[in-house]
């Protein structure tokens, strides 16, 4: 079994992760003549494929050549978001006077200790992904470097796993810009950010995306002195641009100094300090860090597989090709998750692996542009959306109407002392279908599904108006939303009409 490269100042914590994502006595188990499924990466879409594929009956081959549980587990939503939480803490600490008229006592961020929580946390999650787990659920599970022998036969670690079906789950890595000096200074990615035990004093947060952001705000408020330095115009250029514009002042009022529209142009090693020239509207300046996170997106896992054998059609830039129900050039393998789709979330990753159960073992016909797909910006506020956003209306002639309720008019949100936010919803003009709906509020990730639940069932505005809501949730600006949809049907002719009615039966 390949060796792999262990984190620097490993950790009690560190020694639990690896021994369930990576046991290092593991021995691969001796293949099956012929699987019904081989599934090839254990990330998110991995995991999901082999696990509900053997709950089915099917016999199930898992391969992964790094840690079980992925990006998301390893280096991605897992510790970023034990991370966030701990900076949150400290702000909500910090903000004490706002709610009780007094300071706490003072007490500096322990940087060093959120990031052992962190590590703790991950371990104990870990888990769930675990090669045992799944050896318990009946996979086959196999450590080692998988690649396709020919267009049935996948090999690791000198066995041959023969398959009716696969499914490629190989994910995405952070990509690497082409930044002069940039290797030589020495950088951080979300794969290496997590070593850290010391807070760097200075940080340079390379991507105004939502990594950038995320993870800009959480070193902030442990402590750091944050620049980020994004080549877009706007901050999350996906996002509805009120939406972004919070976001940004809420960056600003945590010390961070944005420079947008900036390009990174040198990195530079003097003294121990790493110097970046970063150059907007052809003015060069020039910012001394201790260290540089990069965040400029991601890069599809196709290298090393020899998908040419099994006569798969990928690139290196938009990763494995495939059609509407996930199928890659070779008819008996499919792709899920972060190597064949543009939008890289980690719920899309299982909702992908289940359209390839169906599809690969049960000649289903799931597509994957069937998917009402939401997401979020784990930042404070937190940033959510679903379905299509202004711009995409006009672009597709849907005539729309949009209802707006500002979260300083929902109770909860100002008894929290958390006004700073809205509900945004598109409905077709006309009608209570809903279009697309996009949050900003401290909870909004929490807040978007019950859109994402209503759109799906096709359940419209007026309909989500009668829904009884908790009093006093943030949830009840969606509520509200639906009151403004109602108060428009209420035409002069109605109105009219129902002056009428009272007076007369008074």
């Not at 798969?312 to 890659?328: A, I, K, P, S």
Request: hydrophobic residues 40%.
């Amino acid at each position: 079994m390949a060796e792999i490269e262990r984190p620097m100042n490993e950790t009690a914590y560190d020694a639990k992760l690896l021994a369930n994502v990576r046991p290092a006595d593991w021995t691969n188990p001796q293949p099956a003549p012929s699987y019904n499924l081989v599934v090839l990466g254990a990330g998110t879409a991995g995991l999901v494929a082999a696990a509900g594929a053997a709950a089915l009956g099917a016999r199930v081959a898992l391969v992964e050549k790094n840690l079980m549980g992925g990006d998301c587990l390893n280096f991605g939503c897992v510790p970023s978001k034990a991370l966030l939480r701990a900076a949150h803490f400290y702000t909500d600490l910090h903000h004490a006077p706002r709610f009780t008229g007094r300071a706490p006592v003072h007490s500096e961020p322990d940087f060093a200790g959120a990031m052992e929580r962190m590590r703790r946390l991950r371990a104990h999650i870990s888990r769930h992904d675990s090669a045992k787990r799944f050896q318990a659920l009946g996979v086959d599970v196999f450590l080692g470097n998988g690649t396709f022998a020919d267009r049935r036969t996948i090999e690791v670690a000198g066995a041959s796993l023969r398959f009716q079906k696969a499914v490629i789950a190989t994910g995405s890595r952070a990509a690497h810009p082409p930044i002069e000096g940039l290797a030589a200074a020495g950088f951080l990615t979300n794969e290496t950010v997590f070593n850290l035990t010391e807070r760097p004093r200075r940080l340079l947060v390379v991507g105004g995306g939502p990594l950038g952001c995320e993870m800009a705000q959480a070193f902030a408020r442990l402590g750091s002195e944050v620049v980020i330095a994004g080549r877009e115009r706007y901050f999350l250029p996906d996002e509805e641009r009120d939406a972004a514009e919070i976001l940004a002042d809420a960056l600003r009022r945590d010390g961070i100094e944005v420079r947008l529209n900036t390009e990174v142009t040198r990195v530079t090693l003097r003294d121990g300090e790493k110097h970046v020239c970063l150059v907007n509207d052809n003015q060069e300046t020039t910012v001394a860090v201790d260290e540089i996170l990069v965040g400029v997106g991601r890069a599809p896992n196709v290298e090393g597989l020899n998908l040419e054998a099994a006569g798969v059609e990928y690139d290196h830039e938009h990763g494995v090709r495939v059609n509407d129900y996930l199928q890659t050039s070779n008819r008996r393998i499919y792709a899920a998750g972060d190597v064949a789709l543009e939008r890289k979330f980690t719920h899309m990753a299982d909702a992908t692996a289940r359209i390839v159960i169906q599809n690969a073992l049960f000649w289903g016909r799931k597509k994957l542009s069937a998917l009402t797909i939401p997401w979020c910006t784990y930042t404070d506020p937190e940033i959510a959306h679903v379905g299509l956003h202004v711009a995409e209306c006009r672009e597709r002639g849907f005539p729309l109407k949009t209802f707006t309720v500002p979260m300083s008019d929902v109770d909860r949100a100002v008894l929290d002392g958390e006004e700073g936010g809205f509900v945004k919803i598109h409905v077709r003009d006309g009608t209570d279908t809903i279009l697309g709906a996009t949050i900003v509020a401290r909870h909004a990730g929490e807040m978007i599904n019950e859109i994402s639940v209503a759109m799906v069932a096709g359940i419209g505005l007026k309909t989500v108006s009668r829904v009884i809501h908790s009093y006093p949730t943030q949830a009840e600006a969606i509520r509200k939303a639906g009151d403004a949809y109602n108060r428009t049907r209420l035409t002069p002719v109605l109105k009219s009409l129902s002056r009428r009615w009272l007076a007369w039966s008074r």
